[in-house]
């Protein structure tokens, strides 16, 4: 045994010290590890942005996304001809109909696109169909023939094989009613654009839409657009009639109408402009157009348009808003502006050709966005005279304006 004398004192001092600065060493972390954490993911100045397009080099299109014909099992009194016809005669300049691909095991090409009928002298006319899956549903939409029963085959497999089909075939493939019965199911990064009017029942789209905000507000720049989904016609005779042959006058053809800023009256300009959100989506075709522009350098000229991405100054914006078509005489118009997913300003617009301007300042680094919805006095749609009550005083919405948005995201 150790005596307690002073040497055996210093000596075991001497160790306890030791042992105290061994532990404290092994406590001390690398000078590389005591540096502040570095988010590779953080918002960072983006060199370069693809140049805007031009504002007056292009024509507005009106159409349907979103219809169902007899070639649906569930759609009745609604032949191609009928919807062709039908939409002639409200002024539409283009249509999808987007028949289940399950209905036929996914080939549409042999059925929808086969029929004699699916023709027009006036119409642009996209090929598209409704992707029905367990997951799910979306709406494919191409300004040519392409092979829809790949994608139909794919449909059960993981997110990256879809992906893979759908970059394969060249389409643009669109969310449907997202949050809806049939809600979307698969990866937001593999499609263009989200349904977020279905119908003229417009109350039911609150969940699409924050969905919608969800997407723009982490990045991903996708566009919003409308579709009716309507199934059923009008009967020919009464011994034709169904039970839901009631909903011709409630939701048809253009509850919601789409307009879409094309470069040129084609199938490739509509589908490119739906791609790059130079889109409005208004309550049916006579209810005016949400139209959405800022002036970067306030010169008193637009240089962007909803859909635009553009680089932050750091400096004011100013914003324009307008209704472009059948506004009611002496109306007032409730301007709403969102601003990243959140309510930013009400203002109020009356007039002829109702417009109103506000201004901010998008942050210099980070992304921005700002999105618009018009309420007002329902227009009437004497065709289908009972949308008006199902949409309320929604009158339209634009698509955003984006700043700093990563256009390699």
Same mark, same amino acid.
């Given at each position: 045994?150790?005596?307690?004398?002073?040497? %055996?004192?210093?000596?075991?001092?001497?160790?306890?010290?030791? @042992?105290?600065?061994?532990? =404290? !060493?092994?406590?001390?972390?690398?000078?590389?590890?005591?540096?502040?954490?570095?988010?590779?993911?953080? *918002?960072?100045?983006?060199?370069?942005?693809?140049?805007?397009?031009?504002?007056?080099?292009?024509?507005?299109?009106?159409?349907?996304?979103?219809?169902?014909?007899?070639?649906?099992?569930?759609?009745?009194?609604? *032949?191609?001809?009928?919807?062709?016809?039908?939409?002639?005669?409200?002024?539409?300049?283009?249509?999808?109909?987007?028949?289940?691909?399950?209905?036929?095991?996914?080939?549409?090409?042999?059925?929808?696109?086969?029929?004699?009928?699916?023709?027009?002298?006036?119409?642009?006319?996209? /090929? !598209?169909?409704?992707?029905?899956?367990?997951?799910?549903?979306?709406?494919?939409?191409?300004?040519?023939?392409?092979?829809?029963?790949? +994608?139909?085959?794919? $449909?059960?497999?993981?997110?990256?094989?879809?992906?893979?089909?759908?970059?394969?075939?060249?389409?643009? @493939?669109?969310?449907?009613?997202?949050?809806?019965?049939?809600?979307?199911?698969?990866?937001?990064?593999?499609?263009?654009?989200?349904?977020?009017?279905?119908?003229?029942?417009?109350?039911?789209?609150?969940?699409?839409?924050?969905?919608?905000?969800?997407? @723009?507000?982490?990045? $991903?720049?996708?566009?919003?657009?409308?579709?009716?989904?309507?199934?059923?016609?009008?009967?020919?005779?009464?011994?034709?009639?169904?039970?839901?042959?009631?909903?011709?006058?409630?939701? /048809?053809?253009? %509850?919601?109408?789409?307009?879409?800023?094309?470069?040129?009256?084609?199938?490739?300009?509509?589908?490119?402009?739906?791609?790059?959100?130079?889109?409005?989506?208004?309550?049916?075709?006579? =209810?005016?157009?949400?139209?959405?522009?800022?002036? @970067?350098?306030?010169?008193?000229?637009?240089?962007?348009?909803?859909?635009?991405?553009?680089?932050?100054?750091?400096?004011?914006?100013?914003?324009?808003?307008? +209704?472009?078509?059948?506004?009611?005489?002496?109306?007032?118009?409730?301007?709403?502006?969102?601003?990243?997913?959140? *309510?930013?300003?009400?203002?109020?617009?009356?007039?002829?050709?109702?417009?109103?301007?506000?201004?901010?300042?998008?942050?210099?680094?980070?992304?921005?966005?700002?999105?618009?919805?018009?309420?007002?006095?329902?227009?009437?749609?004497?065709?289908? *005279?009972?949308?008006?009550?199902?949409? !309320?005083?929604?009158?339209?919405?634009?698509?955003?304006?984006?700043?700093?948005?990563?256009?390699?995201?």
């Amino acid at each position: 045994m150790f005596k307690n004398n002073s040497r %055996t004192k210093q000596i075991t001092g001497m160790v306890y010290s030791g @042992l105290l600065a061994t532990i =404290a !060493g092994c406590m001390t972390l690398p000078a590389s590890a005591q540096q502040a954490h570095v988010n590779p993911w953080a *918002p960072k100045k983006i060199k370069a942005f693809p140049p805007v397009a031009s504002l007056t080099k292009g024509v507005w299109l009106k159409g349907d996304l979103h219809l169902h014909s007899n070639h649906s099992k569930d759609a009745s009194n609604n *032949p191609v001809a009928k919807i062709v016809a039908f939409s002639e005669s409200v002024g539409m300049d283009y249509i999808c109909i987007t028949d289940h691909d399950n209905h036929v095991n996914g080939d549409v090409a042999s059925n929808t696109w086969a029929d004699p009928e699916f023709k027009s002298d006036s119409l642009l006319l996209l /090929y !598209g169909a409704e992707w029905t899956t367990t997951r799910g549903h979306g709406n494919v939409f191409s300004a040519k023939p392409y092979d829809n029963q790949r +994608l139909y085959d794919v $449909r059960d497999q993981r997110d990256v094989a879809v992906g893979a089909v759908k970059k394969e075939l060249g389409i643009h @493939l669109s969310a449907n009613h997202p949050s809806g019965k049939d809600h979307f199911g698969y990866s937001y990064d593999m499609i263009n654009s989200i349904e977020v009017w279905n119908s003229a029942v417009w109350p039911k789209n609150a969940d699409a839409i924050m969905i919608w905000d969800d997407m @723009l507000s982490s990045g $991903r720049k996708l566009t919003g657009r409308g579709g009716s989904d309507s199934h059923h016609g009008a009967p020919d005779s009464p011994d034709k009639a169904t039970k839901n042959s009631y909903q011709n006058k409630v939701n /048809y053809v253009g %509850t919601p109408t789409t307009w879409v800023f094309a470069t040129s009256r084609t199938t490739q300009a509509v589908v490119d402009a739906l791609t790059n959100g130079r889109v409005a989506v208004s309550a049916n075709p006579y =209810a005016p157009r949400v139209e959405f522009y800022a002036d @970067l350098n306030q010169d008193g000229k637009m240089d962007m348009m909803m859909g635009d991405n553009a680089k932050a100054t750091g400096k004011p914006v100013k914003f324009r808003i307008q +209704l472009t078509g059948n506004t009611a005489a002496g109306a007032a118009y409730t301007v709403n502006v969102v601003k990243n997913g959140n *309510p930013f300003q009400t203002l109020q617009a009356g007039g002829k050709t109702p417009v109103v301007e506000f201004s901010d300042t998008p942050e210099a680094i980070g992304r921005s966005y700002y999105r618009i919805v018009v309420e007002g006095p329902a227009t009437a749609y004497p065709q289908v *005279p009972g949308s008006a009550s199902l949409s !309320g005083n929604m009158i339209g919405l634009s698509n955003p304006i984006c700043f700093n948005f990563d256009p390699n995201f």
